[in-house]
């Protein structure tokens, strides 16, 4: 699997990636409660390719995951009991982690996260934060697998009336 930064090329594969993940969600359970064309779509993917945090996981030329890496936490942070205070832009934070169904128990979450952490490091970051939707389970799993832990769920202020509240996860480095 390689792991690389999203190109304008790649907006519209991934934007369509993000909508085929939504539709199997929707189609079992949709944890993140992501909805469909809305978050996360190709908008999205273009907005965070021209900032340079839209990645993607690629297997024979393929997506087959993608996720956004970047230091904007999308909400009021500061509200949370973070083991560390640090500073914004200290950390990085880990946004719309998707993986392709017919991967889903092969360890492609667990490079990812490992991705992120590694990136972390090199470039100087404190800490790998992130924030999930509370009965989020099997992204929490995976994050407590790869050595996050839960600080607590907070409203983030984002006014999603569906949402009202995240759960969030921290890794110090």
Not at 145 to 168: A, C, M, Q, W
């Amino acid at each position: 699997m390689q792991i690389r930064k999203c190109t304008e090329e790649n907006i519209a594969a991934a934007g369509e990636f993000y909508d085929r993940i939504v539709e199997y969600l929707d189609a079992h359970i949709n944890y993140p409660k992501w909805q469909y064309k809305i978050y996360p779509n190709e908008d999205y993917v273009r907005q965070m390719t021209a900032e340079g945090s839209q990645y993607l996981c690629l297997e024979d030329g393929k997506i087959i995951g993608a996720f956004v890496l970047n230091e904007d936490p999308q909400g009021d942070y500061e509200k949370a009991p973070w083991s560390a205070e640090l500073p914004f832009g200290s950390y990085l934070v880990i946004h719309a982690l998707a993986v392709e169904p017919a991967f889903h128990g092969k360890g492609t979450g667990s490079k990812v996260v490992s991705f992120c952490i590694n990136k972390a490091k090199e470039d100087g970051y404190r800490a790998v934060r992130l924030d999930l939707v509370p009965t989020n389970t099997p992204a929490s799993k995976l994050y407590e697998k790869n050595g996050f832990t839960y600080v607590g769920t907070v409203d983030l202020g984002r006014g999603v009336e569906e949402i009202p509240e995240f759960s969030l996860y921290e890794l110090n480095l």
